[in-house]
Structure formats: C-alpha cells, structure tokens
C-alpha cells in the first residue's frame, strides 16, 4: 500500500518503516514549490529539499553521514520525499565534540567585539536569507509561507537583541578594602547543546545559537530530524559570517544521538524545547552528568473571554491563536474559556473559524497548513474522537477535510468542541488546529480551571475592564500573561517564562537569563597597594640594584 493510501485507510504508519521508492516523485509538489525545492537543493551545501541526504556540518564542513540509519523528510502536503536525516554515527557525534572543544580554546578567549561583530555580520545574512530559511519551512514543516517569515523573524529579533553583547556581558567592580578591589567577570561555560522540536525549526535554534555563540561558548545543534532544513542554512549562515571552523556544529538524529548529548562529559550545557517526554528524559539524563539544562516542553494555553471584550478582536485574536500553524505552536490557544454571557458567542467563533483557508504553505490566501506527519493527524482525530465518546459536542469538525490538488496531505480543518475538564481532549496537548471550549460563570472560576491545569507556559484575558484584567494576572498561576493579546511571547529583551509542567531547569531561555545560562561568574579579589606602585618620575641615579 502507497503511503498515500495508508493514509486514506487511516491505517497507522511509521515514517520510518516506508521505503523511499513508495514516496510520490519530485514532480508531486506544485510548480512553485518545486522551483523553490530545486533552489533549496542547488544553493545550499548542507541541505536538499529535492531527495538528497542533509549532511552533518562538522569542524567547518559539510559531510556526509556515514550513518547507517536514515530517516525520511517528506512534504506534509504531498508525502514527497525532500531529504534524509542521518541517525549520526558515534564517531561522527565524537568529532562534533572534540571540534567544539578545540575551537572553544581560542573562540572562549576571542575579543567580544570579534563576537559582536559575527553576531551583526550574521543579522545582516538572516535577513537577506529570510526567503530561502522560510521556503524550507513552508516545504518540511508545512506552515504557510507568511507564517514561515514570522518564524525567521522571531528567531532574528534573538540575534538582534544578542547585538548588544558587550554592554550584556559587562562585570562588576567595587574597592571592598583600601588597595582592594573585587570584580565579577561573565566567563562562557565550554561546549553546549541545543535540541530542538519540529514546529519552529528557525526560529528555535535560534533561540540558542546567538545567545551560547556571543557568550564565548561552542554549540553543537540537533534539529528536529522531521525539518533539519533551516537549521542547515542557518550553520551555512554562520560559517559565511566569519564563524571559525568547529564553534558551531550540526550533527542529526533521534534518541541515541540525544542520548550521546546527555552523557557526552565534555558537554557542559543542554538547551532543549520540545514534549514532555523527551524533556523529562533529557533533564534526568542531562542533570545526572552533571550539566546545566533548560527544557521548555508542551502547554495547554487557555484564552478567557469576558463578556465585556472587544467581541470582534476577542474573537479574531482567539481564531489567530487557536489555527495559525495548524494549532502547532506552545503557545497556541488551545482552551477558550467563555465567562457568563460570551458563551452565546460560540455560533459566530465556528462560523468565523470555518472560513480560514486551509493549504498547501505556497498557495495564496492559505491560512493554515496541514499537520507534521500522517501520525499527528490520526493522533488529532484519535482525540477528536475521545471528545465525542466523553460526552463533549464537536461544534466546528475539520475531520475529513479534502484539499484541492493535494489529496495526500495531513490535513485537519480548525475543530472547535465543548467540553469539560475530565475529557481527555482537555488533558492532552492536541497540537492540531483544535479548540477546546469550557464554559465558566464568572472570572474566578475561569481562574480555578487555569489554575488547576498542570501547565503554565501562556494564557491570556480579552476584557475592556482594568479591574479585570489586573486581578487576572495577579491570580493566574501562569508564566506569560497576555491581556487583550492572545499570544504573549516575549519579545528577547525579556526572557522565556512559562512555568510549572511546560519547563524544567532554574534559568529560561534568552534575554537576561540566557546570559545566566550561557556564563558563570568569575569573581576576583586583588590587592595592589598604593605605596608599592612605581613613581611616574625616572630616576637618573646609577642604579645599584639592591
Ligand atoms: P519532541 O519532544 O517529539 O521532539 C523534540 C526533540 O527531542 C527532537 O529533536 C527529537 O529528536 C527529540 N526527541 C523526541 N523524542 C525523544 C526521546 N524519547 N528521547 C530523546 N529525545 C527525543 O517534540 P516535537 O513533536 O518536535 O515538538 C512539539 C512539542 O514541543 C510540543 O509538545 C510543544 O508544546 C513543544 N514545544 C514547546 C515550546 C516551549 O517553548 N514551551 C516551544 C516549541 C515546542
């Protein structure tokens, strides 16, 4: 069976059982996605979206994985095959290493003026290479092309905040005795790594890659293994910014290669965003040798309507949150919570959500793409369904969905169900375009049914009350707070503050605390005494040495 038709049958299957040969041919994806395939493929040396293999990005070089393992990359609009991810040998993660300990001698010690430089050297490439990072995107990960910009620009608003890396890493000085003085220097911690998830394969590394490269650190970047691509031409990026050979690398794969990360000695630092599951993991593993680890993992982001919003930009801004990527973002508002009278607004949310366009990232007027991989979209409507059986109303069903010219794709239109907190679909992270609504009287029980949610990475309250909303976000147990703003992430002059079950580690993710992350103070006391100094006068004396 085709995997097109597995996918029909609805019959589960794993990406890496299928056979390349059972992929749709190059000539499956439109005209305009093809050109920009083939563009991909000939312009960039570490990356193909035409069927090569992505290669390992080692000591300065692009190369080819002697890997045995390969895992396919496909269209999530076509299931065409657009590159291979190796499973990265231990050899090869072994040369990762011991070039990111090597070029750690000289680049930990380079002026940081040298670092700020590559740092602006590197916005300046980003944002001339936007297209061809974002069109990778759209390809792999099957955002809209508009949606795949934004996912660059976030990424580069982290470069352009990293800009001002002298002034960030300046020290503390103060004469704590006469002749005394204790000074406190940012020194960066050795080689880190950084593994990343599917949904922001720019913007994530991103994240990072500034941040422990500014700092004076090595990196060493695992992308996702289902949309390496534009982790690919960023290394490339960064290579053509003047980055030595070795300070950056990219090595590929899944578990063992994680794994390999976690226990490798000579790493000091893991950065990893990405489930639940594999952040627990990497955490344990990661602390057990030792190692500083930041794990950002998944949410249940609730949005609460008061009847007294704005209805129009409550209902626009909880479509936007709820759909865009395909509902495949962490802080996607996947819970609305309608307060007293903003329940008869449910009909118009429906009507509103059915209109968005749902295609392939290239075609004009998309909104949304469709999901990952043919598991994501079962697992969606495995949780649709759940709803269904618990006794909760699907309201808006995007099961079913058929797309123009795209029979193959993992496609899930926006969903909307009521439902109650015991359902399943209220305690999973759905990852999909799916809207959960729960109803509540008034704005404390909204309060207690956020509170009670184990995650705490984003919420937000549409209301024209000050009252309400200060009261809001003083009560509500959750990290970042958007308050007639459906999707609060800090800009990178703050710092990443979802909290409880969506991160694990002491210090979050750029800004000031990515600083923290990325250094470890230095602190000196010196004692130079004002009567040994040596007198600005020259002596003519014959000097007699004694
Ligand atoms: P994922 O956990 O499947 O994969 C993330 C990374 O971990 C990948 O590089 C993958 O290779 C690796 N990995 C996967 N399973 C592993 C395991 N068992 N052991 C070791 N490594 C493993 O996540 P995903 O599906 O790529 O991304 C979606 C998830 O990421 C969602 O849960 C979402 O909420 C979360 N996310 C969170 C944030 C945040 O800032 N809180 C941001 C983006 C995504």
């Known amino acids: 069976m085709s995997p097109a038709q597995l996918l029909r049958s609805g019959q589960f299957f794993v990406r890496r059982s299928l056979a390349t040969a059972a992929r749709p041919p190059l000539s499956a994806l439109s005209a305009s996605a093809r050109a920009k395939a083939e563009q991909i493929s000939s312009e960039w040396k570490g990356t193909s979206a035409s069927g090569n293999n992505t290669k390992n990005f080692i000591g300065g070089e692009f190369v080819e994985s002697k ?50 430089r590559f740092v602006l050297e590197l916005q300046h490439l980003l944002r001339n290479n936007a297209d061809a990072i974002a069109s990778s995107i759209v390809l792999e990960q099957g955002k809209t092309l508009a949606d795949a910009h934004g996912d660059v620009l976030r990424g580069l608003q982290v470069v352009d905040t990293t800009s001002n890396i002298p002034t960030a890493l300046l020290g503390d000085t103060i004469e704590v005795s006469k002749d005394m003085d204790t000074s406190t220097r940012r020194l960066p911690i050795g080689v880190c790594a950084s593994i990343a998830p599917f949904n922001f394969p720019a913007m994530i590394p991103l994240w990072t890659i500034p941040m422990a490269i500014a700092t004076g650190n090595t990196l060493i970047v695992k992308p996702s293994e289902r949309d390496p691509g534009a982790a690919m031409i960023i290394a490339e990026l960064c290579q053509r910014a003047g980055l030595p050979d070795g300070v950056l690398s990219v090595v590929h ?23 639940d599951r594999a952040g627990k993991h990497i955490y344990e593993r990661g602390r057990k040798s030792g190692k500083r680890v930041q794990c950002n993992m998944g949410a249940k982001n609730h949005a609460v309507l008061m009847p007294d919003a704005n209805k129009n930009h409550a ?77 909760g109303v699907v309201a808006l069903d995007g099961r ?47 309060l207690a049914i956020i509170n009670a949610n184990p995650y705490g990475n984003g919420t937000a309250i549409f209301t024209q009350s000050g009252a309400t909303a200060r009261k809001f976000e003083r009560e509500v147990e959750v990290g970042q707070v958007g308050i007639n703003v459906p999707i609060p992430v800090p800009l990178p002059m703050f710092s990443w503050s979802g909290n409880k079950a969506s991160f694990l580690g002491d210090v979050p993710f750029y800004g000031r605390s990515g600083i923290d992350f990325y250094t470890q103070n230095k602190t000196t006391t010196a004692l130079w005494r004002a009567e040994d100094a040596i007198g600005n006068k020259a002596s003519v004396d014959m000097p007699t040495h004694h």
């Not at 090869?92 to 010690?109: G, H, I, L, N, P």
Request: proline content about 5%; hydrophobic content about 45%; overall charge negative.
């Open 315 to 391: 209902l626009n801004s909880l479509i936007g949150a709820a759909f865009g990527a395909a509902g495949q973002r962490c802080m996607a508002i996947s819970v609305a919570v309608l307060v007293g009278n903003a329940q008869s607004w449910l009909p118009e949310l429906c009507e509103r959500a059915k209109k968005l366009v749902v295609s392939q990232g290239f075609e004009k007027g998309a909104d949304l793409g469709p999901v990952i991989s043919p598991a994501a979209k079962l697992r969606i409507i495995g949780l649709i369904a759940s709803a269904e059986e618990q006794g």
């Open 253 to 275: 794969g899944t578990v063992p290669t994680v794994n390999a990360i976690c226990d490798h000695p000579s790493i000091k630092a893991i950065s990893f965003v990405g489930g």
């Open 400 to 446: 079913g969905l058929e797309v123009s010219g795209y029979p193959d794709g993992n496609w899930v239109g926006p969903t909307v169900i009521e439902a109650t907190a015991d359902m399943r679909c209220y305690k999973e992270e759905i990852f999909g375009p799916v809207l959960i609504v729960v109803k509540a009287d008034t704005l404390d029980d909204a």
């Open 67 to 116: 890997a045995q393992a390969w895992i396919d990359v496909v269209d999530p609009a076509t299931q065409t095959l657009l590159t291979r991810v190796p499973e990265t040998t231990s050899t090869e993660f072994d040369q990762a290493v011991a070039a990111a300990s090597e070029a750690f001698k000289t680049w930990s010690r380079s002026s940081v003026l040298t670092r700020q």
